[in-house]
């Protein structure tokens, strides 16, 4: 093994004189090489799917000694793809991986960061690569906490703008950070570049659907890191002085409002301030006849949003129209529909006294949701208050039973619902049939028997 990795580390530094030079974006298509590097390619990329650090030395050498040819042809693949620059870094960083020489580790990390410079010149996107760079320079030896890793990140921002990717947010705050406290990055270079950093978060966390919570969550870590010297970096005075002239300039654009109060006072600035009080009024008061205004563009274009704020105002005739509208326009799937006909059996349940139409209604609640005891304990709930309505005294503690049947049904497969099924059960019990009245009737304890009325479940007979 340590001969393979002899072998390895020469052939290497043969790339580094050689293949690690070329800045050119050659292509195999105007190459006379083209078969060789083309089979080269064909040959190493199979090795690409899987984990390169689980390959044994001879398979990783094939990988390695193909890659290094179809690059040193040809640097830009067919010209439509970056992969000998992706799969060059990748197969350096499994090298460096296992390399335990300090000296040769720099070398290869050099010839990753190289690859990067290559790729940017043939393939352009130079702000999501530069991010990607300033990632790894963070992470690998030599690079790490310096000058070079921090600048490489500030670039991806300026290059990449609100596109920059979050990864970079741990690594920029931990440099910023160091270079900050070890005199390395003067106090007003620290803000600038903090300011250009929070900008593009808060514009992902409002406006990136699939990713803002990731610039959320590396918007809080990357400020983490500034905790132990926040008071000397910023200051109430410096916010104000830098954010209220956009204010002025845009009194009454919401966005911008937003962004210099919410800045303002998470800075320290008291609530008390004039600037900040007149911001806070003003946010308040658009953002209430905004939100307002969507309120009501959400109610009208979506019933079943509308259907669940029409309950909570009482209005249950209409509710019921709106929630049957969202059925019939198939807003919802799943449990979020299973959600829609219960609190549609709900309302006919509490409400309207439409018993069968609920039952119905929490049956296809019950079935869209796996385990959920909740539908049962409503069917429960509609049988003990039609017991009275069922007919004789007999046939009203039959109605008992059957919802003390789905009372117990209900707990046995949703432990959420226990304490009210208990409940319910407990309330019902001294309510069961009198094994007097079963004796008269000719009725025995574990025989089956049907409700009357509406009902008309089959119940097991079990006597008080």
Request: glycine content about 14%; overall charge positive; charged content about 20%.
């Given at each position: 093994m340590k001969v393979l990795r002899n072998f390895l580390m020469l052939a290497l530094l043969t790339g580094l004189s050689t293949s690690g030079l070329q800045a050119q974006c050659q292509t195999w298509n105007d190459s006379d090489k083209k078969d060789q590097a083309e089979n080269a390619h064909v040959v190493y990329r199979p090795f690409m799917k899987g984990d390169l650090a689980k390959l044994d030395g001879e398979n990783f050498q094939i990988a390695f000694d193909n890659w290094k040819t179809a690059y040193e042809i040809a640097p830009a693949a067919d010209g439509q793809r970056p992969s000998h620059y992706v799969d060059g870094r990748k197969l350096l960083k499994a090298m460096m991986a296992k390399e335990t020489d300090a000296a040769k580790k720099k070398e290869l990390a050099d010839w990753v960061m190289r690859l990067y410079d290559e790729q940017i010149q043939c393939y352009k996107n130079e702000?999501?690569?530069?991010?990607?760079?300033?990632?790894?320079?963070?992470?690998?030896?030599?690079?790490?906490?310096?000058?070079?890793?921090?600048?490489?990140?500030?670039?991806?921002?300026e290059k990449a703008g609100n596109a920059t990717e979050y990864i970079i947010y741990d690594p920029l705050g931990q440099v910023m950070k160091y270079l900050y406290t070890s005199k390395q990055l003067p106090k007003a270079d620290f803000l600038k570049i903090h300011e250009q950093a929070i900008k593009i978060a808060d514009h992902n966390v409002e406006n990136n659907t699939k990713y803002g919570e990731y610039y959320k969550s590396s918007k809080a870590i990357f400020e983490n890191h500034f905790k132990e010297i926040e008071n000397e970096i910023f200051d109430c005075a410096y916010f104000k002085e830098k954010l209220m002239p956009s204010y002025r300039e845009n009194p009454e654009d919401l966005e911008v409002i937003k962004?210099?109060?919410?800045?303002?006072?998470?800075?320290?600035?008291?609530e008390s301030d004039a600037d900040v009080a007149e911001l806070k009024g003003k946010y308040e008061t658009l953002a209430a006849e905004i939100n307002a205004q969507l309120e009501i563009e959400r109610r009208k274009n979506s019933p079943c949003y509308d259907a669940t704020q029409l309950q909570k105002e009482g209005k249950y005739e209409e509710a019921m129209t709106r929630y049957k509208e969202c059925v019939d326009a198939g807003e919802q799937e799943g449990e979020a529909l299973a959600s829609v006909y219960y609190s549609m059996a709900f309302i006919q349940t509490w409400e309207l006294g439409q018993y069968q139409a609920a039952r119905a209604n929490a049956r296809k609640a019950a079935s869209l949701k796996d385990g959920w005891g909740k539908p049962y304990i409503l069917i429960g709930d509609m049988y003990s208050k039609t017991t009275r309505s069922c007919g004789d005294d007999w046939a009203s503690r039959l109605a008992v039973l059957a919802a003390i049947e789905k009372y117990a049904y209900a707990k046995s497969i949703d432990s959420d619902v226990t304490d009210d099924a208990n409940k319910r059960i407990g309330n019902l019990s001294g309510a069961r049939p009198d094994g007097q009245e079963g004796f008269m009737r000719g009725v025995k304890a574990g025989q089956k028997a049907t409700v009357p009325c509406w009902i008309g479940e089959t119940v097991t007979i079990r006597f008080k």
């Open positions: 702000g999501y690569l530069l991010g990607r760079k300033g990632f790894d320079m963070f992470y690998t030896p030599g690079y790490g906490y310096s000058k070079s890793t921090l600048e490489t990140l500030v670039s991806s921002m962004y210099v109060y919410v800045t303002l006072r998470d800075r320290g600035c008291d």
